[in-house]
């Protein structure tokens, strides 16, 4: 997959404005972002849900994972496979982590116990950026577009649902579409939930 080079400088400016968020504002915005989740009605009821370890400023999913384990539902996480694709696996906090490659940590769990993009059915995918119909810009590794390619030719919503997560300010008016990105369903941030298939319509 080629980097698009135009993006740099947006990455870099968004990247940067993330990084200056204080950390009070940042659990703020968490706390926010999971009531705007609570709007999804799948988020409420789907079985296997797929969050992310927040780095470098992401916005935390700490309070939305205290409300899908509230209901029983398995919170999953990402773990990068040797095929460069992400597979995933349930968590809790009395199961063991390590470290990826990149220093992030996922669970610490047998390959056989991994699931495959597809056994999910909702994933709030992090991001850096975003428009209204569905455009993510992502941190230029492509592990999300390649693992959910599957999807990028399907009629929208699919399975899973597709959930970009991300702080307001994030938004940019628009994102030219790259032949391999695959977009959102939906993004959730600390002050709305976005329908991106209402957008494109």
């Known amino acids: 997959m080629n980097r698009d080079p135009d993006r ?10 993330r990084a200056q968020l204080p950390a009070s504002e940042r659990i703020c915005a968490a ?3 999971a009531a705007t989740l609570e709007q999804l009605p799948e988020f ?4 296997r849900i797929a969050g992310y370890w927040a780095v470098r ?3 935390p ?3 939305a994972f205290a409300s899908l384990r509230s209901r029983g539902q398995a919170y999953c996480l990402p773990l990068l496979s040797e095929d460069d694709a992400l597979r995933f696996a349930p968590w809790q906090p009395d199961l063991p982590l390590r470290g990826n490659r990149y220093g992030i940590p996922e669970p610490d769990v047998p390959a056989d116990a991994w699931l495959a993009p597809s056994d999910l059915d909702v994933v709030l995918v992090p991001l850096l950026g975003f428009d209204r119909r569905g455009n993510r810009l992502g941190s230029g590794g492509g592990w999300y577009d390649r693992s959910f390619a599957f999807l990028r030719d399907a009629p929208r919503p699919a399975h899973p649902i597709l959930v970009g997560i991300g702080y307001h300010f994030q938004e ?3 994102l030219d579409q790259q032949p391999w990105d ?3 369903d939906f993004v959730a941030t600390d002050r709305e939930l976005i329908h991106c298939t209402e957008s494109t319509a």
């Open 8 to 17: 740099t400088p947006l990455r870099e400016r968004l990247r940067k404005q």
């Open 31 to 33: 706390t926010a972002l």
């Open 44 to 47: 409420l009821v789907d079985a």
């Open 57 to 59: 400023g992401e916005i």
């Open 61 to 63: 999913l700490h309070a």
């Open 172 to 174: 940019v008016a628009k």
């Open 182 to 184: 695959v977009r959102m």
